[in-house]
């Protein structure tokens, strides 16, 4: 049995249902929790059941990313960063205030979670956290552009 706690969130977990059942009755006894059922999202993450298992997916959060941005029109790209980017070269000005930078790819950063194909990207934009120029920013908003193309995308455990 697995248990997962997030302040006053819990996800319960097992492949026996009579353990899971008593556990649950157990902790209703103890704190009168409310038990919704099986698990549908859970910290930004969407979870869907088929015959061929779960997908994981942060469909609303990476939406909610792009919008943040203003990229909700811009056009899509087919992969999050080129290959021969320049980055650690760049010399364009500094941003004015790298805080949405910073909020950007930290955000980027848990989005990997159900996005592995964005690894490498947000990786190397977040070597720039201290002192972001024009050119990284450039980069992040290109990433935005490849999950506006298939914002879905996820993990099928």
Do not use: W
Request: proline share 4%; glycine share 6%; with cysteine.
């Amino acid at each position: 049995m697995g248990l997962l706690v997030y302040v006053d969130d819990l996800v319960l977990a097992s492949n026996d249902s009579n353990t899971c059942a008593a556990f649950k009755a157990y902790l209703h006894n103890c704190f009168c929790i409310k038990d919704l059922g099986p698990l549908r999202y859970f910290l930004g993450i969407e979870v869907a059941r088929s015959s061929r298992g779960l997908f994981l997916s942060q469909r609303k959060y990476a939406l909610e990313i792009v919008d943040e941005c203003g990229l909700l029109d811009a056009k899509p790209v087919d992969f999050p960063m080129e290959t021969d980017h320049k980055l650690g070269l760049a010399t364009s000005k500094l941003l004015n205030d790298p805080t949405q930078y910073r909020r950007l790819v930290g955000r980027l950063i848990y989005l990997t979670m159900t996005r592995t194909e964005l690894s490498y990207s947000v990786h190397i934009l977040s070597q720039f956290m201290q002192n972001p120029r024009e050119e990284h920013m450039e980069a992040a908003k290109r990433v935005l552009r490849y999950l506006k193309e298939n914002p879905g995308q996820g993990l099928l455990l």
